[in-house]
């Protein structure tokens, strides 16, 4: 599993639970100021991605982070810290 399969799966996760297109979440836009984005859609997408990959997210990771970028570079070291 490579960044950008755990970006792709991230992505798809986001686009899922926001309702907004892949096409609009671009990997750098910040998620927490996107229109239609709250708190409870981001935490839903969290909750979604840690039971994709196994993982748990700290919640310095969940409310440090608001791009897809960062949110997959979190899961990325986690799933490599896992294996």
Do not use: N, Q
Not at 11 to 23: D, K, Q, S
Not at 38 to 43: F, M, P
Not at 53 to 77: H, N, P, R
């Amino acid at each position: 599993m490579t960044t950008d399969d755990i970006l792709r799966t991230v992505t798809e996760i986001a686009a899922a639970e926001t309702g907004l297109p892949e096409t609009v979440l671009a990997p750098d836009a910040d998620l927490r100021a996107m229109a239609g984005v709250d708190s409870v859609r981001v935490l839903r997408m969290i909750a979604r991605i840690e039971r994709t990959y196994d993982i748990e997210l700290e919640d310095k990771d969940v409310f440090g982070t608001s791009t897809l970028s960062e949110v997959t570079a979190v899961v990325d070291k986690l799933v490599r810290t896992a294996a």
